[in-house]
């Protein structure tokens, strides 16, 4: 059974930073694409960035310069470095997975989505 399973998520200042983990288990992604989603609350579930297997990325405007995505094939596990956040950032972050290697905005194409981790940004 594959799973993911987000972390670090929490309350932070405006102008602050987080990092979240993602850890997948049940099956291996070092091939596949890996992606951020969020959701605020009212609003519908919105890209934030994905990364290749190999390191591309590509990310939401809204979030540019400001977020970095990386991972780690070893550990089967990608990362979300959020530096200078603000509130408009207050939202539940969730990883997802697809299992092929091009990486795509669209949600509908990731086959594993995690549960998701609150992040609140005070102004």
């Known amino acids: 059974q594959v799973q993911l399973v987000e972390s670090g998520g929490g309350l932070v200042q405006a102008g602050g930073s987080l990092r979240l983990s993602c850890a997948a288990s049940g099956r291996t992604f070092s091939g596949g694409a890996m992606g951020w989603f969020r959701q605020a609350p009212g609003k519908e579930r919105e890209f934030v960035g994905a990364?290749?297997?190999?390191?591309?990325?590509m990310y939401a405007d809204s979030v540019k310069g400001r977020f970095t995505i990386s991972r780690d094939n070893g550990k089967n596990a990608v990362y979300l470095q959020m530096n200078n956040l603000k509130p408009q950032d207050t939202a539940v972050y969730y990883c997802?997975?697809?299992?092929?290697?091009?990486?795509?905005?669209?949600?509908?194409?990731?086959?594993?989505w995690g549960q998701g981790t609150q992040v609140t940004v005070s102004s």
């Open positions: 990364i290749s297997s190999s390191g591309w990325s």
């Open positions: 997802a997975a697809r299992n092929y290697i091009t990486i795509l905005r669209d949600q509908n194409q990731y086959d594993y």
